[in-house]
């Protein structure tokens, strides 16, 4: 199995109703190919992971990264996994937004202000500090 993570910046600002549909068709589709994963979205940018077979993964990349729906998708890692991280979603869902920094162990002295590509980019560590708690939150 792999892992894979991108990041990519949303084309308008989806309301509530389409982020709902958006996660929808993430959860009808990915149970049938034993995908699983998180999407987070917050201040215009998503954040995803997926985890899954690594054909199963790459032909979705390929997929979501055709959508009008988001654009500049930039892979952050794709690494080789032994068990997943979100074993209980076929995607789990996340608004992120200025209330979810100040919650987050870590994360406290950032705003969502740095919740952006760049950001995300060079500190890694952040990645993994927001999909741990977006895992925990769920529980
Ligand atoms: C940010 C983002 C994340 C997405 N994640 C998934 C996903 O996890 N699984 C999925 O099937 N489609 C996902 N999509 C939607 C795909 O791009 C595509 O619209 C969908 O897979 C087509 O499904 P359909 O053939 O059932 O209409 C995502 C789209 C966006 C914009």
């Not at 992971?49 to 055709?66: H, R, Y």
Request: proline fraction near 4%; include cysteine.
């Amino acid at each position: 199995m792999i892992s894979s993570i991108y990041i990519s910046q949303a084309v308008g600002e989806p309301s509530e109703d389409d982020l709902f549909d958006l996660l929808e068709q993430c959860r009808r589709n990915n149970v049938k190919k034993g995908l699983s994963g998180m999407l987070m979205y917050g201040g215009g940018n998503y954040l995803q992971c997926l985890e899954g077979e690594p054909a199963d993964v790459d032909e979705l990349l390929k997929t979501i990264d055709a959508d009008p729906r988001h654009t500049a998708i930039k892979i952050l890692r794709r690494v080789q996994i032994t068990s997943r991280q979100f074993t209980d979603w076929s995607m789990g869902f996340e608004h992120v937004t200025e209330k979810s920094f100040a919650d987050i162990a870590g994360l406290s002295h950032l705003g969502l202000g740095a919740y952006n590509p760049e950001y995300l980019e060079s500190n890694p560590e952040m990645i993994d500090t927001l999909l741990r708690w977006a895992a925990r939150s769920k529980v």
